[in-house]
């Protein structure tokens, strides 16, 4: 028997804020029992990008992350704005945050952090062949280091745990598993 879609009887917005917006969704499931608190959070859509220079060494950036409190190595990450295509916003992000752009730029995969309670995807980007084009230009609330490390050193450090965020390890991984 095929999966059924969830009926909604009701929502309510607990907080919309420009970097949280909360609802609480009363639904009813398919064999008709009613779930009256339903979480969902509502964020664009984002965008992170495997960087590549011209000498073939990868982008990878520092910065601290107050939730876990660390310091967590990345890739270049982050929101498409409003009508801003998701190519565009990645092209803009990396050179935001690192100052590389140009360079041929492949779609590697669409993911969602949690499709059970977020309503987000997120577009992971290939770019090969990159180089300066600028000094960085981070927003106020941005504190981005970046190196240039070599691929073998970025896979090791992907199979040693070295990096925490989901959303980053698979097309890391994906990128690995194709290109290397």
């Known amino acids: 028997m095929p999966i059924k879609k969830w009926k909604t009887l009701k929502s309510d917005y607990i907080i919309k804020r420009p970097w949280l917006t ?42 601290w992350r107050h939730a876990l409190g660390i310091v967590s190595s990345e890739i270049c990450a982050g929101v498409i704005e409003k009508d801003e295509k998701p190519l565009d916003a990645a092209q803009r992000e990396l050179q935001e945050e690192t100052g590389y752009g140009g360079g041929t730029w492949t779609k590697l995969m669409t ?32 504190d981005i280091e970046f190196k240039l490390l070599p691929k073998e050193k970025v896979f090791e450090m992907l199979k040693n745990g070295e990096f925490m965020q989901a959303l980053m390890i698979a097309p890391l991984w994906k990128y690995f598993s194709e290109y290397l």
């Open 22 to 63: 909360a609802r609480r969704d009363e639904v009813q499931l398919p064999n008709g029992v009613i779930h009256d608190e339903y979480y969902v959070l509502e964020y664009p859509d984002w965008i992170n990008v495997i960087a590549e220079d011209t000498e073939g060494n990868l982008i990878i950036e520092q910065q």
């Open 111 to 142: 993911i969602s952090a949690n499709p059970s309670t977020m309503t987000n995807l997120c577009h992971c980007f290939l770019a090969k062949g990159v180089k300066p084009v600028s000094s960085q230009h981070l927003d106020r609330t941005e």
